[in-house]
């Protein structure tokens, strides 16, 4: 048994001092006392909380999820660990079936190594509108074909859909019958406000990058933002890179959609690396500082880390740090029905150390320390 002494450790609730994490491969408990016989640690006063989880992530440290490869994989949940992430579902584009099948067949093959652990396949299309591609690539857009998902549902945990395109409906309705567990969100969509309410009714229960990729919200056609802020089952997800959404919009969806708001990274290949040319799903991105864009200045996903997403949420809004934790630990997992992201007797003992400006300086998966701040 290890004990994390002297930490200020984050629950979802409130911020405990004077108490200790003891921990093997799980999370034993938080408690006052200390055995003798556990191995100390002195976290010197830093703040610990659960693993963050990002859910939709393409790439990192020069690897992507389309790459297609374990190697791709692997260096991903490895440089991940540099930013408190612990898990994350491995997200795709919209690409050719063939390299869809193959990015899929890559996480079902997985084996968890000494990175942050994949817990499935966020799909990014290719069942999206091709009129709000954003930075996929509209050629390979398709209609909703359970068929091509089918074999792999095992990994599949996450779908971001557009309701309004033919077959979407019957798609929605089939998968929340047979698959209830997998998030269905609303993303790269078209959908009026009338038609995003009703995709609720059939199924979908999140939304993706909300703001980007969809109409923006108008005061006489609300669309697919309005019918979000106005449902509390429906969850969000925010690229907080203070790019992709205006700061001022952070305060008033926490006011709004409190424990529905996720934080999500979005961040391509370049994440952790440094300026320069890339390439995501098939299309150059030129990476300058803090913002990955297409040729035609489209936004190319996100060069963003999770921790920096955390920061920038904090400066930017009247959030609590227990409840700024949350957004990137016990609400995703309570999405995926997982049981991670919280520092409870027998979860997985998956954790991290840091600073009050959110720099990492120390990450755990399964009570190991895998991360140390150099
Ligand atoms: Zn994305």
């Avoid at 994390?4 to 408690?31: C, H, Q, R, S, W």
């Avoid at 963050?52 to 992530?57: E, S, T």
């Avoid at 998030?183 to 995003?196: D, F, K, P, Q, R």
């Avoid at 609300?222 to 690229?239: D, F, H, K, M, R």
Wanted: aromatic share 8%; charged share 20%; with cysteine.
């Amino acid at each position: 048994m290890r004990a994390i002494v002297n930490a200020k450790i984050v629950t979802d609730k409130e911020v405990l001092e004077g108490y200790n994490l003891l921990f093997g491969k799980k999370i034993i408990k938080v408690t006052k006392e200390l055995p003798i016989w556990a191995e100390v640690i002195d976290a010197k006063g830093l703040y610990l909380s659960a693993g963050f989880i990002d859910i939709h992530i393409h790439g990192s440290a020069g690897f992507d999820v389309m790459d297609a490869s374990a190697e791709a994989l692997n260096g991903i949940a490895k440089s991940l660990l540099q930013t408190g992430t612990t898990s994350f579902l491995a997200t795709t584009m919209t690409m050719s079936k063939e390299a869809i099948e193959k990015a899929l067949t890559v996480v079902q093959n997985h084996k968890h190594s000494d990175g942050a652990k994949v817990l499935g396949v966020h799909l990014e299309g290719p069942f999206i509108n091709e009129k709000k591609h954003g930075a996929q690539n509209p050629e390979f857009v398709q209609k909703p074909n359970f068929e091509l998902i089918e074999p792999y549902m095992d990994v599949v945990k996450m779908i971001t859909l557009a309701p309004e395109v033919e077959g979407g409906e019957v798609f929605i309705k089939h998968l929340k019958e047979h698959y209830p567990h997998v998030i269905l969100s609303v993303g790269h969509s078209n959908a009026s406000y009338e038609v995003t309410k009703k995709s609720f009714s059939w199924g979908v229960f999140h939304s993706t990058h909300l703001f980007n990729a969809m109409n923006p919200l108008h005061h006489r056609e609300p669309g697919i933002v309005g019918a979000v802020l106005e449902n509390e089952q429906v969850s969000c997800e925010i690229i907080a890179d203070l790019i992709h959404v205006h700061p001022l919009f952070f305060n008033i969806l926490y006011k709004l959609k409190k424990e529905q708001l996720l934080l999500v990274t979005d961040a391509m290949r370049a994440g952790c690396m440094h300026c320069g040319e890339y390439d995501l799903g098939g299309q150059k991105v030129v990476v300058t500082e803090g913002e990955a864009r297409l040729k035609d200045g489209t936004l190319a996903g996100s060069v963003l880390k999770l921790n920096e997403a955390l920061k920038n949420f904090y400066v930017h809004s009247d959030i609590s740090l227990p409840e700024l934790i949350a957004t990137v630990t016990t609400l995703p997992a309570k999405k995926l029905g997982l049981k991670v992201g919280a520092l409870k007797e027998d979860f997985p003992a998956d954790f991290v150390l840091f600073d009050d400006g959110f720099e990492i300086y120390s990450t755990f998966v399964n009570g190991e320390g895998v991360y140390r701040k150099a």
